[in-house]
């Protein structure tokens, strides 16, 4: 939606920058009187309306280092789940129940929370998300391998 706006205003003000250069000419016609010799106006510039946020190839920055992969990437990717994770407890108890992880947004969780909440005592640690977690890893692995 962003892309569109912004290609409107850019048309209206070209339309208006059109508009006014037209009012300027035909006003410079008419002083100028039947021989003027007025210079048309200057065609112009329109920005080229570019997707955000915007950064020029000059100054975009490589990065420093190849992105993480493998176990590398299981283990940030822990890290960011446990930094979520300990958002969301609210009461700082070190489990999590359903409605505190439906309000931090922790949609996997809630919609999974029966299967990792396996003793059904209405809260999930770290520790049992994690090793759902690691439970579907193997599982998906197993399937993956035995189509192969």
């Not at 007025?38 to 920055?61: I, Q, T």
């Not at 990065?63 to 940030?76: I, M």
């Not at 969301?88 to 029966?114: I, N």
Request: proline share 9%; with cysteine; net charge positive.
């Amino acid at each position: 939606m962003k892309p569109i706006l912004t290609l409107l205003l850019a048309c209206a003000a070209q339309a208006a920058l059109a508009a006014a250069a037209l009012a300027g000419s035909t006003a410079a016609g008419q002083s100028a009187g039947a021989g003027g010799d007025a210079a048309p106006p200057a065609p112009a510039s329109v920005p080229v309306p570019r997707p955000e946020p915007y950064v020029p190839p000059a100054l975009r920055k490589a990065p420093s280092a190849p992105p993480a992969a493998g176990a590398q990437l299981r283990q940030q990717a822990m890290q960011k789940l446990r930094q979520r994770f300990e958002e969301a407890d609210l009461d700082a108890s070190g489990s999590l129940t359903r409605e505190e992880a439906r309000r931090a947004g922790l949609g996997f969780v809630d919609q999974h929370f029966d299967q990792i909440d396996s003793a059904q005592r209405g809260k999930i640690s770290f520790d049992e998300l994690s090793a759902f977690l690691h439970q579907r890893h193997k599982e998906a692995m197993a399937r993956q391998s035995a189509k192969q």
